[in-house]
């Protein structure tokens, strides 16, 4: 039975050992792309799913950081709630914390660290989390699969295998951070085995909907840009693309205060208000695009 997913887990944990000394101090997952956190890019793609129930998974020295920065949501519109992973022991282990949260609804799950853009992306998200029955996934095309959860096809396109960081890949398209599940990942997750890293995989999890002939898994194409910024120049890289993005554009890419007024979720008078409420650029920005949208230009 397919049902609309209502709920969103950000994963926010883990050490961030490649970005270290930095991350020493900040989490990783706090630190700027470009004119703003990290995590708000995650956030933004769940919002433009029309999902509005968030709950942000991380460790128990780090989440004052984000209820300081996110707060319950209430100013976006939302709802955002929080939950401590005790210590990192891989992505799969967020439906096992998020098991109250998630109840009997539908869930999708973005890495906290994972960016996208792409023409029709919305339209994508929208699509993935109106109507969900199995799971659905994302793959893009890369040069180094070996370091990435790999997903292979057969001739007629449908999913084959998913191997985690495999020596000799099947193909070169990853598994990308965002994915769409629908109830039975509660259970599946319980039965994840810890892996030989660890972890428990999301490819496990993956493997047991495949198992069960109800994983879906659409490839993003020349349109789209997937970046994961869990280094140091991948992070460089990332703040670069937005950067020069929002330049010729003029517009922001994640901006959760115009997500929310353009979904319908804050009023313009709340967006032109919380704009005057913040210094700088980013402020500014948001005042004039509630004059904009006031106008009728999205």
Not at 149 to 168: H, L, Q, T, Y
């Amino acid at each position: 039975m397919s049902s609309a997913v209502t709920k969103g887990i950000v994963v926010a944990g883990g050490t961030g050992s490649r970005l270290r000394p930095v991350t020493r101090a900040v989490n990783k997952h706090l630190l700027p792309v470009y004119d703003k956190p990290m995590i708000y890019y995650p956030i933004s793609n769940l919002m433009l799913a029309g999902i509005r129930d968030l709950l942000l998974v991380s460790s128990v020295e780090d989440l004052p950081q984000f209820q300081r920065l996110l707060q319950d949501g209430s100013q976006l519109g939302i709802s955002i709630q929080y939950k401590v992973q005790q210590e990192p022991k891989g992505i799969a282990q967020a439906f096992q914390i998020a098991d109250e949260f998630i109840g009997r609804e539908s869930v999708a799950l973005h890495l906290g660290d994972n960016l996208f853009y792409g023409q029709g992306l919305h339209h994508l998200l929208i699509n993935a989390a109106k109507d969900i029955k199995g799971a659905k996934i994302f793959a893009y095309r890369v040069q180094n699969p070996t370091q990435f959860g790999i997903v292979s096809f057969d001739a007629d396109g449908n999913v084959e295998e998913i191997e985690e960081k495999p020596a000799e890949p099947k193909s070169n398209f990853a598994v990308v951070g965002i994915y769409f599940y629908d109830n039975r990942v509660v259970d599946i997750a319980r039965q994840v085995q810890l892996s030989s890293r660890g972890e428990y995989e999301i490819s496990d999890v993956n493997r047991a909907y495949l198992d069960l002939n109800a994983l879906q898994c659409e490839r993003l194409g020349r349109g789209f840009a997937w970046l994961d910024t869990g280094s140091h120049q991948s992070l460089i890289h990332a703040a670069n693309f937005v950067e020069t993005l929002e330049a010729r554009q003029g517009l922001k890419l994640a901006c959760l205060e115009e997500i929310a007024c353009i979904k319908g979720y804050i009023s313009i008078e709340q967006l032109e208000k919380q704009g005057r409420e913040i210094q700088g650029d980013y402020g500014k920005y948001l005042v004039t695009r509630a004059a904009e949208i006031a106008e009728g230009i999205r």
